[in-house]
């Protein structure tokens, strides 16, 4: 439930760390606002709130073109919802009811489909059917803005099943059509297409955020040859192979299937005053939406720090940190094979020793970048879980027991048994991971932290979290579950804070690094 009086302090304020947290509908133009849009704030007596995009759509009200709903952080109106609602959110983000309907999706959540609908009333004011509209309307609205891509292949990234469809429903919710809205974007670094190729974008977080914090967590970590992190400067690169086709490389029924895979690269920037800046180059720009999505979960850019930090302050073991890091965020993955076989090789090694055989690994069996992409440090794409499956593993120094369990992780997910994305149901995931012999509770919790961006997975085996409550001798593994229970949903949180605070260490610590 949204707070009336807080929501018009921050409209009034422009308040950016409530972008995204909800938005403003104004009875008088029928136009919804994000509380920074730069535009005289409208009397109070003639706006609304919503919890979401989809909620201000469902009342009638229709996006800004000045403040760009599309373009704020991703809505938390999931964060006090069921886990249902937050997977549902996540595959409708993905996709999922653009190619079937709210009964399918329904099936793969395990609910029916009226308490579905129910649960989407209560939790985000909208039906599953129009947050999956507002979605579409938003991925088009951003390819219009940041790309040059012809108008149909805009339709089809953005999930519409026809052009004519596409052009109906911006003509009807914009009142121009989308060759209008081209015409009229404002070539901003909100999604600049450069001579040679390569786009520059900016992606909105919520402040505070700490970026160097996230930095130094990913750098010890960076894949040899794929990834290369400068925190003294606050960037990061990496290499990337994805096929060109619809979002997450799903088109809707009937539609082409995806292009070949082709290989990119993304430079990412920290040192923005609310935003990353990103710049993308690959052939084929349909990658666009997919890259962004991959890029705001690495970097965990949707996270809502005034939730979960108010939350774990109030928790005695976590205050110090709290007020040390109020920006810290959960460090997420670019793929989720990619971050679950590093967690593998990452047992009983340090940082540096996973590393090492990271970069065997890609050395071995990662594709070569071609040379007009080739940059220092980035010379492979991580390879494909096809490759990892049919390689022996102790060839390149990995352990039997270790190898055996990537090869048979890495055949999971080729036979579809197991999904490590952030749209997978985290504990039946827990379940399958943990079933692979090798791979424990902490491996399958790091991954749910990391991959599948559970909010509240949490390796209570850590020694480093048993010892950082207790300042000294570790606490016992229950005992830690027992004080961890008021910690929920943020317990990944309050895992990162006590791993970056003060004297923590994730398991595993040697001379300064720590695993995985």
Known sequence: MLDADICERARLSRDARFDGRFFIGVVTTGIYC?????????????????????AAARAGFRPCLRCRPETAPGTPAWSGSPASVRRALRLIDD????????????????????????????????????????????????????????????????????????NDVL?????????????????????????????????HYRAPYDAAALLDFLGP????????????????????????GRWENEGPAGSPPPGPAAAG????????????????????????????????????????????????????????????????????????????????LGQQVT?????TLAGR????????????LRAPGLARTFPSPEAVSRFDLRAIGVPAGRAAALRAMAGAVVDGALTLGPSADPDATRARLTAIPGIGPWTAEYIAMRALRDP???????????????????????????????????????????????TARPRGERDGQVVP
Not at 111 to 116: C, E, K, M
Not at 221 to 240: N, Q, W
């Open 171 to 203: 003509r009807r919710v914009y009142g121009r059509t989308p060759r209008e809205l081209r015409r009229r974007r404002r070539r901003e670094p909100a999604g600049v297409e450069h001579p040679d190729g390569t786009l520059r974008l900016r992606l």
């Open 351 to 355: 940082v540096k020793g996973a590393t």
């Open 265 to 344: 690269v993304v430079r990412v920037e920290t040192g923005g005053d609310g935003y990353l800046e990103a710049e993308v180059c690959h052939p084929d720009a349909h990658v666009l939406l997919d890259v962004t999505a991959r890029l705001r979960r690495l970097f965990d850019l949707d996270a809502d720090p005034l939730s979960f930090g108010r939350h774990l302050a109030a928790a005695p073991h976590l205050t110090a940190g709290v007020a040390a890091l109020p920006g810290i965020r959960v460090p997420g993955a670019w793929d989720g094979f990619e971050t679950a076989v590093r967690a593998v």
């Open 361 to 372: 690994l890609v050395d071995a069996l990662g594709e070569a970048l071609p040379d007009a």
């Open 221 to 244: 970590r960076a894949m040899p040859g794929v990834e290369v992190v400068d925190a003294a400067r606050g960037t990061y690169r990496r290499a990337f192979r994805l096929a060109g």
């Open 95 to 166: 996709g999922a009811l653009d190619r079937a309907g709210t009964d399918e999706l329904a099936r793969r959540l395990g609910i029916d489909a009226r308490h579905l609908r129910r649960l989407f009333d209560r939790h985000v004011g909208a039906s599953p059917l129009q947050v999956a509209a507002t979605c579409r309307l938003h991925r088009a609205k951003r390819l219009i803005d940041a790309t040059d891509l012809p108008l149909a292949a805009v339709a089809q990234a953005a999930g519409f099943g026809s052009v004519r469809r596409f």
């Open 456 to 502: 509240d997975a949490f390796p209570a085996g850590d020694l480093g979290l048993r010892k950082a409550v207790a300042r000294g001798t570790p606490v016992e593994e229950k005992a830690l579950r027992t004080m961890a229970e008021e910690w929920r949903p943020w317990r990944a949180y309050a895992a990162m804070l006590l791993w970056q605070h003060g």
């Open 34 to 54: 994000r509380p920074v849009c730069p535009v005289q704030p409208p009397k109070a007596a003639n706006v609304r709130f919503y919890g979401s995009a989809a």
